[in-house]
């Protein structure tokens, strides 16, 4: 059985830097394309960043130039290091793994961006 499982989320003060983890178990974690994605109470899922099996990585337009997205193979997990938080980027996180055509969610980890 596949778990997605991000954590690292919580309060931080706009300005300031927080570094999300999503691990992953019961699967080959080097065969898994990884995102980030992020919702904002009332707004749809946004996609943030993809990183591939390997380490190719892109960015949507809210992510590109503040947020690095990474992978750790040894480890099963990928990183979001996220920079110069602001309230708008107040939302909870989830992390998806794809394998051919079948995609796993975690749970999400919240964001708070405020003073």
């Known amino acids: 059985q596949v778990q997605v499982v991000e954590s690292g989320g919580g309060l931080v003060q706009p300005g300031g830097s927080l570094k999300l983890s999503c691990t992953v178990s019961?699967?080959?974690?080097?065969?898994?394309?990884m995102r980030w994605y992020r919702q904002a109470p009332g707004k749809e899922r946004e996609w943030l960043a993809i990183?591939?099996?390997?380490?190719?990585?892109n960015y949507g337009d809210s992510a590109r130039g503040r947020f690095t997205i990474t992978r750790d193979n040894d480890k099963s997990s990928i990183y979001l290091q996220m920079d110069t938080l602001q309230p708008e980027d107040t939302a909870v996180y989830y992390c998806?793994?794809?394998?051919?055509?079948?995609?796993?969610w975690g749970q999400g980890t919240q964001v708070t961006v405020s003073s």
């Open positions: 998806k793994a794809t394998r051919g055509a079948e995609d796993y």
């Open positions: 019961g699967f080959a974690f080097r065969d898994l394309l």
């Open positions: 990183i591939s099996v390997g380490g190719v990585t």
